[in-house]
């Protein structure tokens, strides 16, 4: 590494007082250039900011369940109808349409079983092979690339970390220090992984003159042995799972191309690949996990859908109306900004 301070936007979701959490908080930052949740106090100074990058208004998302031998069917079936009806949820995008000069929609388009065996191991580069091979397979013909974000959800016991320097098949403690990062902002010996506190993230990848959104996340839960592996809140894993997800899509509704930015490093024209961000380069899920400590509950909760119609578990997104993590309202928050771009 150099001595080069390289500040970089979050675009990941880790666990309060874990290694992923140091390591992604002294990187954090952009690139050089009244509901609020109980218990919580406003912090006007991780306000979002909109910088012209893309928004994604109309967000379709698809699930794409790795390992497909490994998942319960009882588990997809709650994932898929929890996750769909979160994001379509009124209440819960009375918050999130403040981030947007019109109305905001969510589709959910199904889910698919990717076929073999549980991974022990999933990197950033191969969930985006896993992404690429999806694509050449047709499996994302139909969608929409320009306004879908394609869900990689891992299966019990597959560790998530954010190599990107191969296929990430070794596990954290088998990680070769030779094979050194030439781009990334991490130290080496500052990995992180699932088993110390990441929960997912999102990003894209360019494929034949497209750009293609993704998000993955891992099956939080607590192991056997008493490893925690992602970040265990609810009382079922698939409920993690859940507000993982619910995480990472509303992230990537309103900071799409993040890893953009990221790859341009501390270029000053980064910034403009981004969406909103707080000035410390937060994202809208990422303040309210730090605010709430090692009280998860406080942001991560089970709301009451707007139809009456069940709970879903969520985690609260960051309001600037609230200056802080909001839970679901009646009606939609002010716009957050008056020069946004006008909808087509």
């Not at 675009?11 to 009244?34: D, I, K, M």
């Amino acid at each position: 590494m150099t001595g080069e301070t390289y500040k970089r936007p979050l675009n990941v979701s880790f666990r309060r007082g874990s290694r992923a959490e140091r390591v992604y908080r002294e990187r954090a930052g952009l690139p050089q250039t009244e509901a609020l949740a109980p218990g919580l106090k406003p912090h006007k100074t991780h306000d979002l900011h909109y910088h012209g990058g893309k928004l994604i208004a109309d967000l379709h998302f698809k699930n794409f369940y790795v390992g497909g031998t490994a998942w319960h069917k009882s588990d997809k079936t709650h994932i898929d109808a929890a996750l769909s009806a979160a994001m379509a949820d009124e209440h819960l995008n009375n918050v999130m349409q403040q981030y947007f000069p019109g109305a905001i929609s969510t589709t959910f388009d199904g889910s698919e079983a990717l076929p073999g065996n549980p991974p022990t191991t999933v990197s950033q580069t191969s969930i985006e092979q896993m992404l690429t091979t999806a694509a050449n397979q047709g499996k994302l013909a139909g969608s929409d690339l320009k306004s879908t974000v394609f869900n990689f959800m891992l299966p019990p016991g597959t560790v998530l970390n954010d190599d990107t320097t191969g296929s990430g098949a070794k596990s954290h403690q088998e990680h070769d220090p030779a094979d050194a990062r030439k781009k990334s902002p991490v130290p080496l010996d500052d990995d992180v992984d699932s088993l110390h506190g990441l929960g997912g993230y999102h990003g894209s990848i360019h494929l034949n003159g497209q750009t293609i959104y993704y998000a993955v996340g891992v099956y939080s839960q607590v192991e056997a042995n008493g490893t925690e592996n992602g970040i265990p809140v609810f009382d079922k894993p698939w409920k993690n799972v859940v507000a993982t997800f619910y995480h990472e899509l509303n992230e990537a509704r309103t900071d799409p191309d993040v890893e953009d930015a990221i790859r341009a490093g501390n270029d000053p024209s980064a910034i403009k690949f981004l969406g909103w961000t707080s000035k410390q380069g937060e994202e809208c899920g990422d303040y309210p996990v730090f605010e709430a400590g090692n009280d998860l509950q406080l942001v991560f909760q089970e709301v009451e859908l707007t139809s009456g119609k069940g709970t879903v578990p969520v985690q609260f997104q960051y309001s600037n109306h609230a200056h802080g993590p909001e839970g679901p309202v009646t009606m939609p928050d002010p716009k957050s900004h008056t020069t946004l771009p006008q909808p087509a």
